[in-house]
């Protein structure tokens, strides 16, 4: 079985500029997730969507970050303008049973602002 | 709000020895508890899942066990190898509604040969 796939691995770009990062989760897990992980700290939740619908985005900081999940199958997270702060490993998950069961998490996007 | 905390922050063991890391979390009013682990530069690996109900899980040299009472939950690992060295992170999903995962700040392990 495939597991939870994320593009790109590592990405540096300038301050104010703009990247995006994709998910594609395990075929026929409904809920997806998308974690930021600062350096030295657990995973910080930025948005579960079950199916193409946005369950939870309160932590997401929506004046520069949003997410999609158009087709209830792969996501894409985008950052603009980008900021220091945000150099993290961008996680994304997911899991069968909505809202509950095991997580299975891709190996992330690190991401590097200068 | 939940809060997760790991302590030993990090840990250094000689090969062979049998060890526990330790998670608490604030709010009993959990759903399921998950341990997972991260190689660097990695994603997160889950160990061992335990629900609300439950109290242990056991997988291979690892036990978890659960006492949602306390708000504690440790991870038992039995004769450690240099392999087992990574960081463990546990994560409590809460229950309600808001089915929020909170995790810790993790542990890291470093198991010498």
């Known amino acids: 079985e495939a597991g939870v796939a994320q593009s790109p691995r590592y990405k540096i770009i300038e301050k104010r500029q703009s990247v995006a990062f994709w998910c594609n989760p395990i075929?026929?897990?409904?809920?997806l997730y998308w974690y930021q992980q600062i350096l030295g700290q657990g995973p910080k939740l930025l948005i579960q969507f079950q199916n193409n619908g946005v369950v939870d985005d309160s932590q997401l900081p929506k004046d520069r970050f949003s997410a999609e999940r158009l087709k209830g199958v792969d996501s894409t997270l985008k950052i603009q303008p980008a900021k220091l702060e945000d150099s993290a490993v961008y996680l994304c998950?997911?899991?069968?049973?909505?809202?509950?069961?095991?997580?299975?998490f891709g190996e992330g996007s690190r991401l590097t602002v200068l | 709000k939940q809060e997760v905390t790991q302590i030993p922050a990090a840990l250094s063991v000689p090969e062979g020895e049998n060890l526990v890391l330790n998670c608490s979390f604030t709010?009993?009013?959990?759903?399921?508890l998950q341990w997972f682990r991260q190689d660097p530069g990695k994603g997160l690996t889950s160990l061992l899942l335990i629900q609300s109900s439950q109290r242990e899980q056991t997988s291979g040299r690892l036990n978890a066990s659960l006492d949602k009472s306390s708000g504690r939950s440790t991870l038992y690992i039995a004769a450690s190898q240099p392999g087992d060295s990574a960081t463990y992170l546990c994560a409590v999903l809460s229950s309600g509604s808001a089915r929020q995962l909170t995790f810790g700040s993790g542990t890291q392990l470093t198991v010498l040969p």
């Open positions: 709010d009993s009013a959990i759903y399921n």
């Open positions: 075929s026929g897990h409904a809920t």
């Open positions: 998950a997911s899991s069968v049973i909505p809202g509950g069961g095991e997580l299975f």
